[in-house]
């Protein structure tokens, strides 16, 4: 089951924005967990944090403090809290299983295109 990533959108610089993703739980429990990617164009997809099957959370250091990853009580969605939002979060926000093993790799590779956030001065 491919993501579903509603939520994006544009804020000022200095906001707030939650991302949320549909996931497949199977895939969740499988691969260990999810990552939540950003991208943009031009530029290698980054890594902004992961949420792992037991719930726990890692971040890229430079985001961590400002981004917070969750996931409801049914399991079925997990979010991306950006806070103090700055220009330069301004990419493509998309999830995919976490890279446990080469099936899931190939999963995380090949996700969701994600959802656009924009944030302007």
């Known amino acids: 089951v491919q993501p579903v990533e509603p939520g994006g959108g544009s804020v000022q610089a200095g906001g707030s924005l939650k991302v949320s993703c549909q996931i497949d739980?199977?895939?969740?429990?499988?691969?260990?967990?999810y990552d939540w990617y950003r991208q943009v164009p031009g530029k290698e997809r980054e890594l902004v944090g992961s949420i792992s099957s037991d719930g726990t959370t890692t971040f890229e250091p430079s985001l961590k403090g400002r981004f917070t990853i969750s996931q409801d009580n049914s399991g079925n969605t997990i979010y991306l809290e950006m806070n103090n939002l700055k220009i330069e979060d301004t990419a493509q926000y998309a999830c995919?299983?976490?890279?446990?093993?080469?099936?899931?790799?190939?999963?995380?590779?090949?996700w969701g295109q994600g959802t656009q956030v924009t944030v302007s001065s």
């Open positions: 739980t199977y895939l969740f429990r499988g691969c260990g967990g």
């Open positions: 995919a299983p976490h890279a446990l093993n080469d099936y899931c790799s190939g999963l995380n590779k090949n």
